[in-house]
């Protein structure tokens, strides 16, 4: 039996996802690494902030919902006219895959909440496609506070 054959765009024009595998990398990008350094020194010493950014080299790949990674990390969506939207759009429509979403785990019971290191705007990307669409993260645990395990 021959399948049916999907459109190349949806009706809103944006192309057609049906699995993460066609619009994701299998791995970041090596300047996604710096770029995340360079974020979380915003929030943390740079020392810290190095360090984060070596685990998360080292950390494995988990697949979470576009809407649950927003979510959980209280973000507002980007709008589809956001510069870097439109670029990720653009590549997604010429066949270009998105590099994996550097994140750091939240800690509820110190009230912290999971952080985008690096790849907000991939993730508002991936929901304007399918807001269920699967995004691959490389995803560590809140670092303990000094002197505690």
Known sequence: ?????????????????ATPS??????PDE???P??????SLLTTSANAKKIAQQL??????????KDVLRAANLALLPKNDPSVIR??????AGDRLSP??????DDAR????????????VCTSYHLSENEQIPCRLIDYPSAPGKK
Not at 35 to 40: G, K, T, V
Not at 88 to 93: E, F, I, S, T, Y
Not at 111 to 118: E, L, M
């Open 1 to 17: 039996m021959a399948r049916k054959k999907m459109p190349a765009t949806a009706p809103n024009d944006l192309p057609v996802v």
């Open 22 to 27: 066609e619009i994701w990398k299998n791995a």
């Open 31 to 33: 300047h996604d690494y």
């Open 35 to 40: 770029a995340a350094q360079s974020f979380l």
């Open 57 to 66: 080299k080292k950390s494995p790949i988990e697949l979470h919902p576009a």
């Open 88 to 93: 990720d759009l653009a590549k997604v429509k």
């Open 101 to 106: 979403v550097l994140m750091v785990r939240g």
């Open 111 to 122: 009230g912290i909440r999971p952080i985008i290191a690096d790849g907000y705007h991939r």
